[in-house]
């Protein structure tokens, strides 16, 4: 495994002995920021090398993506696993919706072995930030005029995840690689670093949601590792479909078979209150996101190589 992985298992240790090891709210804080600069930099500093238009397909075939998967998951969440209907919209949203912290890991697990990706994925994460998040809205109370759209979508576009995602992607395009090149110890020399404690952080928050998860039964715990297969799959096709490598199509994959635990709690909770958030979080990061870090990752690289070679 990537080394930054085994803080990750030091945080889950450490919540479920009982530790008093805490990451402060403030360190926790700035490493998100740093980290979401990171992504956000990079990817601008790439895509000032290409020409956005021969983007447009890609951007639209990803969208649909997003509109579709929370649409697939719901009658899943519905009837197999036997949630109320504001519930199963929310899980659907959630598992719609992306997690940047995969993502993250998702590179240093490229960056490990060497292969380069393509530099429109932090586009194609933040624009999947949102697709699922209204679709869910919209699963769980139709079109509601009781529903504040107004505070919803600021919510939705101005929360930090996405601010902070373009912003940086609008800085490292403006700036170019030269610009940047200042910056670079910070955001770029010491990304797995900030990664690394970043990950013990969320070891600590997994472990707090064992307590929920041992009560939620054993269809919420099936849900959170087997939804990530196909939805990867659907992420890795579409990859192979719209020309990315196998390290573009391997981080589609990653983020179709992530499951939000920021962007989509925050917004549900303005929504759909109704629906209860401790079944969405224990899922996307009690089970989906460790499933992913453990077992996930590796499992779409394989595909997406595999995908790779049935084309050529």
Known sequence: MDPVVWFFVLGVVAGLARSDLRVPAAIYDLLSILLLLAIGLKGGVELARQPISGLLPQIGAVLAMGFALPLLLFPVARFLVGLARADAASLAAHYGSVSVATYAVGVAYLGAR???????????????????????????????????????????????????????????WASGADGIGPLEPLFFDLFKGFLALFLLEMGLIAASQSKSLRSRGLQLILFGVLAPIPLAAIGAVIGVAIGLSIGGTTLLAILAGSASYIAAPAAMRIAVPEANPALSLTASLGVTFPFNIFVGIPLYFTLASWLHRGMG
Not at 154 to 167: A, D, P, Q, R, Y
């Open 114 to 172: 060497n292969i380069e990706f393509d530099a429109q994925l932090p586009l194609l994460l933040v624009l999947l930030e949102v697709p699922a998040i209204i679709v869910g809205i919209l699963l769980a109370r139709g079109i509601d005029g009781a529903t504040k759209w107004g505070k919803l979508l600021h919510e939705i576009f101005l929360g930090k995840s996405v601010v902070l995602l373009v912003g940086g992607l609008a800085i490292g």
